[in-house]
């Protein structure tokens, strides 16, 4: 029995009140132009200006299948689905009593109660969403399929409260399953378990501690080592933005360009954030950090952070992405193509993340500022495929959130002033410009081109 | 037999209760007693297998296999005749006892009958069990004409359900109010009325019976002004009361029901109440009242199970606060829904309540096309609602109700629109606005 379900997840400030989806819904499932049969509704008619629909929420203890006198309604414990059984129901509507949500009511063209079914798991209102303000989670069934796997990391973790690396490392580890090898070069993972404590490691997997500025290349050899003796391992590095970015960068450009057979994982924290929070290449312009410190003589980072991903791209990779843990469900098909490309040659994935000490926000927002960093386009998603040769956005935002609603979240930009967020913003729709006009032309256009 | 969870009931308090034990407690055995030899179903539903609505195999709230999975000991075909709290045992009607540690009485109601002389002799009919619904069905077979006495849900739902069948209905309430009078007010009973009596039930309001005599298809109604109603079937809907005369020493303290706190605690240590059977807090007054309706059984069956079962912080924010917590009962709100001839309304919380003092009503009546709604606001809350072929989610109106949610500048707004101006305020109410601070 699954553990968690997939959801109907409502976006109500991203509503434009079109109406599309209960036009989608009355079609699909009473083939009527009558929105009156539509299991979502909009909420309407108010002097103010406020839109957003009310659906089934498919709750975990539903009300309304507790007070069916007729064991009409019941909870499928496979789909999470409430379902209402037709031949059963006696129409005494006691179940829209219970219900707080509007998500059972009753229709008087039917004469009969109608609910979402979320159409069998292809919900038709999500289709027609233009604003994409309904979105079918499916990152349930990410959970559903890792639950049972085998955890290969150590149940205590020595990271600060809050840390986005413990679920970053957990997954990546689980879905790569424990046929790997782990390359953890200095930096927060090491000293949080992947090397261990005294002579004891913390992973599951064969894993060891390459300096900085050798990560690839020892991960490299290792992999060529095993090949050799007729063992397929997944040759993986967990290595910060100093180690893959700045110190790392030239063991890094010599085995993608060789093609070697690894999938390296850059976590990009924006800075040297293990041993003091000093800045590093990836630290974005105005930063905060204990080398660019604010002051009468300097107001934080004064250059902007150099693109990593992209240049990464530059290699001949066969797979570079970039992910958030925050979308877990792009997050593990990402590492899936990652992984499966590291057997073919180079597979890079560039992980945004968070640390909530250095950059200075409550604990608790990790996949919240995560989030902001892709709607307001500070962070694209996207993945491109050597055998493709095509850049795609994974998770394109067409409306993004100004960038101050991701900098507002972070007391390491707080000094900032008007001019420099601006100066933020024009660098991420830059980069956002130049991505799509990649997308557009093709990666070997823009080889060509350079 | 000795048990460590009793539950003597088996409809929706019993089964919430059972359901939460089982949440906090997989391995205490647990035994539930039914007084009918079926699986376990909602008196709620009786109406419906009278009208043909639903056939009796479809009805079961749970299967074999719920008892099976759940480890649950259900005995059925028993009755309680005695419960012993100084000793904590139950004797069955069979002579077995069963020894309990934690006993959760949730035996519902049973009919009452009016003092009329003549009627207990009489072979008359009511509607509270599996087997009253057979009775009413096999006697309605052969019978031409009925008397139904009462315009309660039980009533109403069986003169509807006869009269669909062919009977000729003759509808007797003693006093002169209008139908349903626990739940709707004289306006909108009045409409109710109106559409029983067009779909050809004889409605006999102001006719006190003072005689009910003879038995099988042959009986003899008389009421005050000396009329007779000759007819083949009497049944009676004159009222509940709690079940609960197995208590023959007078320990647990008893009211109309038995009298329990907000965790469904009776005055004796380790025995639990809920459902048609307790009389809990009142949502309104604050006081001790019954409210037998199925939203509320589930409601205190699940409080009764987590407090039996015993969840440790509960428990102890209980006793230490001294007053709710998140998971006591909140008090007992009235509300239901009744279904007549294709028609909808529902009454909710203070639903009978008239322009006065503290209270302001909004009216809206087309008689005309059998549509009326009212709303009750106490100052910018509301407090109650009736709807007749309205389009309201009721469920939403209940949480606007119980959550006391002040509808400021919003409240001319609402009378306006009920409708949307309802799911948007619980819409801003259910989700928490996410704010992000350093």
Redesign the interface.
């Given at each position: 029995m699954p553990t968690a379900y997939n959801t109907l997840v409502v976006h109500?400030e991203k509503c434009n009140g079109c109406g599309d989806c209960e036009i989608a819904c009355a079609k699909v499932k009473a083939d009527s132009s009558d929105v009156a049969h539509s299991r979502i509704?909009m909420?309407?008619?108010?002097?103010e200006e406020?839109f957003?629909p009310?659906v089934c929420m498919q709750c975990g203890e539903p009300?309304c299948v507790?007070?069916c006198?007729?064991?009409a309604l019941t909870k499928n414990p496979d789909t999470g689905i409430v379902e209402w059984n037709k031949?059963?129901c006696?129409?005494?509507?006691?179940c829209?009593?219970?219900?707080?949500?509007?998500g059972?009511?009753?229709n008087?063209l039917v004469?009969t109660v109608i609910k979402c079914d979320h159409c069998g798991g292809d919900p038709e209102c999500v289709k027609v969403c233009k604003p994409k303000a309904l979105e079918y989670s499916v990152e349930a069934t990410v959970y559903d399929e890792q639950g049972p796997l085998e955890d290969l990391f150590g149940p205590d973790l020595a990271a600060c409260m809050g840390c986005n690396m413990e679920i970053l490392v957990r997954h990546t580890l689980r879905h790569l399953g424990p046929d790997t090898v782990l390359a953890a070069p200095p930096g927060c993972l090491p000293g949080v378990c992947a090397v261990g404590f005294n002579a004891a490691t913390g992973t599951q997997v064969p894993s060891f501690h390459p300096l900085l500025t050798n990560t690839a290349s020892m991960l490299a050899g290792v992999r060529r080592y095993y090949k050799r003796i007729g063992r397929d391992v997944t040759a993986l590095a967990l290595a910060g933005d100093g180690g893959a970015a700045d110190v790392g960068f030239q063991s890094l450009s010599g085995a993608a360009e060789r093609g070697e057979e690894i999938l390296f994982v850059c976590i990009d924290n924006e800075g040297y954030m293990n041993t003091g929070m000093q800045r590093s290449g990836t630290t974005p312009f105005g930063s905060w950090t204990s080398t660019t410190p604010v002051g009468p003589n300097l107001r934080g980072k004064p250059r902007d952070a150099k693109y990593m991903p992209l240049i990464m791209l530059m290699h001949n990779c066969e797979y570079v992405a970039t992910a958030v843990t925050a979308y877990m469900d792009d997050f593990h098909k990402k590492l899936e193509k990652a992984h499966q490309a590291s057997k073919r040659g180079f597979a890079y994935l560039h992980v945004f993340s968070p640390c909530t000490t250095g950059w200075?926000?409550?604990g608790d927002?990790s996949i919240?500022v995560q989030r902001r960093a892709v709607v307001s386009n500070t962070f694209p998603l996207w993945e491109y495929e050597r055998k493709t040769g095509k850049l795609r956005f994974t998770h394109p935002v067409d409306n993004p959130e100004p960038i101050g609603s991701y900098i507002?979240?972070l007391?390491k930009f707080?000094h900032l002033t008007k001019d420099e967020i601006a100066h933020l913003q024009k660098t991420a729709d830059d980069r956002v410009r130049m991505l799509k006009a990649i997308e557009a032309s093709g990666v070997e256009t823009l080889k060509a081109v350079s | 037999m000795q048990t460590k969870y009793l539950i003597i009931g088996s409809s929706h308090a019993g089964l919430s209760a059972a359901d939460e034990i089982r949440v906090q407690d997989q391995k205490g055995t647990l035994t539930m007693i039914s007084m009918e030899n079926c699986l376990p179903y909602s008196p709620t539903i009786l109406p419906y297998i009278v009208e043909g609505k639903v056939e009796e195999k479809d009805i079961y709230l749970r299967d074999e296999k719920y008892f099976k999975d759940n480890k649950i000991n259900y005995l059925r075909g028993k009755k309680v005749i005695q419960v012993s709290t100084k000793t904590s045992k139950v004797t069955l009607d069979d002579g077995s006892e069963i020894g309990y540690k934690k006993l959760l009485v949730a035996t519902g109601s049973e009919p009452t009958l009016p003092p009329t002389p003549g009627l207990k002799e009489s072979s008359h009919l009511v509607l509270r069990t599996m087997e009253d619904a057979r009775k009413i069905n096999q006697a309605a077979q052969n019978a031409k004409s009925a008397v139904v006495m009462g315009t309660g849900l039980v009533g109403m739902h069986a003169a509807e359900a006869l009269g669909k069948k062919g009977l000729t209905v003759e509808l007797i309430r003693g006093r002169r109010r209008a139908v349903l009078p626990n739940y709707f007010d004289n306006d909108s009973g009045d409409l109710i009325h109106k559409v029983f009596v067009d779909n050809g039930i004889r409605c006999n309001l102001d006719h006190q019976v003072t005689q009910v005599e003879g038995k099988n298809g042959n009986l003899k109604v008389t009421v005050k002004d000396g009329t007779v109603f000759e007819t083949n079937m009497v049944v009676v809907g004159t009222g509940v009361k709690s079940r609960m005369n197995f208590f023959t020493t007078p320990d647990v303290e008893l009211g109309e029901g038995i009298l329990v706190d907000n965790m469904m605690r009776t005055s004796v240590k380790n025995v639990w109440a809920a459902g048609d059977v307790a009389q809990a807090t009142d949502f309104f007054s604050q006081k001790k009242e019954l409210n037998p309706i199925l939203p509320d059984a589930f409601e205190q069956g699940k409080i009764a199970g987590l407090s039996m079962a015993g969840d440790p912080a509960v428990i102890l924010a209980f006793e230490e606060i001294g007053r709710q917590v998140a998971l006591s009962y909140p008090g007992g709100v009235s509300m239901n829904t009744f279904n007549f001839y294709g028609n909808r309304s529902f009454a909710l919380g203070l639903s009978l309540v008239e322009e006065k003092d503290d209270y302001e009503v909004h009216k809206k009546n087309v008689p005309e096309k059998c549509i009326y709604q009212k709303l009750v606001f106490q100052d910018d809350v509301l407090v109650g609602a009736i709807g007749i072929n309205i389009t309201i989610d009721p469920g939403v109106m209940m949480n606007l109700i119980r959550r006391g949610i002040h509808l400021n500048k919003a409240r001319d707004e609402f009378i306006e629109k009920p409708l949307d101006m309802s799911r948007r305020l619980m819409w801003n109410n259910w989700r928490g606005v996410v704010k992000i601070g350093r």
């Open positions: 109500p509704k909420i309407k008619g108010l002097g406020f957003g009310v009300n507790k007070s006198p007729a064991h031949d059963r006696v129409s005494c509507t006691i829209t009593l219970g219900c707080p949500y509007s059972i009511y009753y008087p004469s200075r926000y409550p927002k919240e507002a979240m007391g707080r | -």
